[in-house]
């Protein structure tokens, strides 16, 4: 298994990267012949300015899908970013001083040598924010993606659509394993309208990638998504303990063959054992689950 914190870099498709940053999140640089645009930051405990650039020397743009501090540490390095307007506010909130030292306390024994240095991780990087729309398109040159709203997870929580490899960036918007259980998340119901409304747009992509893996999904796995969103049963969830979740509940359809094929008896066996499934067998499988707290069942 590699090292939480070794970065490595994966081209998905042409000219768009996939790059594992530290603790189980990734994420993506598209270039275009004009700009290159990266899609989140990561925690910013290594340097995402110096790997981004052994990838390119293009003028760099950059956006982040949502607010969390897992996609937005790295933003120290650049000027000015782009993100919807309704994560201005957990935006502000994940970038804060206390917010930036409770992480690197619950962290610091983890991290290699070269990446450690409290008062260096404490740097503000609230930058310039320039809020984008749904249905925005970026010109990258000879290259357009569109901003797609989908909130959810958080209220301001965006994809982005690379046209030219027919790939969604779907940043925490879509998994086999969505988090609805944050104060900032929407109500289950009004998650289900966003995925049927990217539904409606499936025949704009063929691959989805998410912030926290290399599995590439096919469109294939929404509907799934949106029959467990809409099916949610307290009686048949489950204790999820998480520690930024909180007291939660998961809900889950289709663990059975992860069960079958593997051997898991629950969902926390298989999170601790997950980089021993194939990541080509977890998009294929296409379970689902929902982690939520029963308030946002409304």
Known sequence: MANKTDTKITEIADNLYHIYDSLDVFYSLILGTEYALLIDSGYGFGNVYETVRTLTDLPLRVINTHGHIDHIQGNVHFKEVLIHKDDFKIYGKHSS????????????????????????YLKPITKKLKAVSDGEIIELGNREVEIIHTPGHTKGSICILDKKTRTLISGDSFSSHIWLCLDESTSISEYVDTVEKVINRSSDFDEMISSHSLARFKPTILPKIKHCAENVSIE??????????????????????????YGFKNFNEFIMHVAEVPIEEIAEIEFTSIVYKPEKLK
Do not use: C, H
């Open 97 to 120: 001083l206390i917010m930036k030292a409770g992480l690197y306390m619950n962290v610091k024994n983890i991290l290699p040598p070269e990446q450690k240095g409290f008062l260096k």
């Open 236 to 261: 048949k969830s489950r204790s999820y303990m998480a520690a930024l979740a909180g007291e939660s509940l998961i809900y889950k359809e289709g663990f059975e063959e992860v069960t079958k094929r």
